[in-house]
C-alpha cells in the first residue's frame, strides 16, 4: 500500500547508486540503504524491506559523509521519499560522525 503526503517541488536526478544509513532523530540507527535519486530538496531511497519508521529521520550518505533530516513524504514497499529540512543548509559533513556511522555498531550521538 502506497502512503504520499505531498509531491516533490523539485525533479530529483538519478545518482550512481550510493549507500547510506537512516537513523531516528535521536541518532539510533535503523536500516542500510541505497540511495537511488536525490534533488536539491530530497530523495529517494530503497530499504532492503519495509521498515516502520518516524516521520523524521537522518539520512547518512556514506560517499559524501553528509548527514541530512529529512521527513518521510511517501512510502511505497521498500522505497521511501524524503524532503530534506530547510534544503542544502541542513547539511553537515563530520568525520566523527561517519566514523560512528561505519563501526560495528552503528550510532550518532555515541551511545
Not at 1 to 30: D, E, P, T, W
Not at 42 to 69: C, M, N, W, Y
Not at 73 to 92: Q, R, S
Request: with cysteine; glycine share 8%; proline share 1%.
Amino acid at each position: 500500500m502506497a502512503i504520499f503526503k505531498r509531491r516533490r517541488v523539485k525533479n530529483r536526478q538519478r545518482v550512481r547508486l550510493r549507500s547510506g544509513k537512516v537513523a531516528h532523530i535521536n541518532g539510533k540507527f535503523i536500516a542500510d540503504c541505497q540511495i537511488f535519486d536525490r534533488s536539491e530538496s530530497g530523495a529517494r531511497l530503497r530499504l532492503s524491506h519495509f521498515f516502520d519508521l518516524p516521520e523524521k529521520i537522518q539520512l547518512f550518505d556514506d560517499e559524501h559523509q553528509v548527514l541530512r533530516i529529512g521527513e518521510i513524504i511517501w512510502c511505497k514497499e521498500n522505497e521511501i521519499g524524503i524532503l530534506f529540512d530547510d534544503g542544502e543548509d541542513n547539511k553537515v559533513t563530520c568525520g566523527e560522525i561517519h566514523a560512528r556511522l561505519s563501526g560495528k555498531y552503528y550510532s550518532i550521538d555515541g551511545s
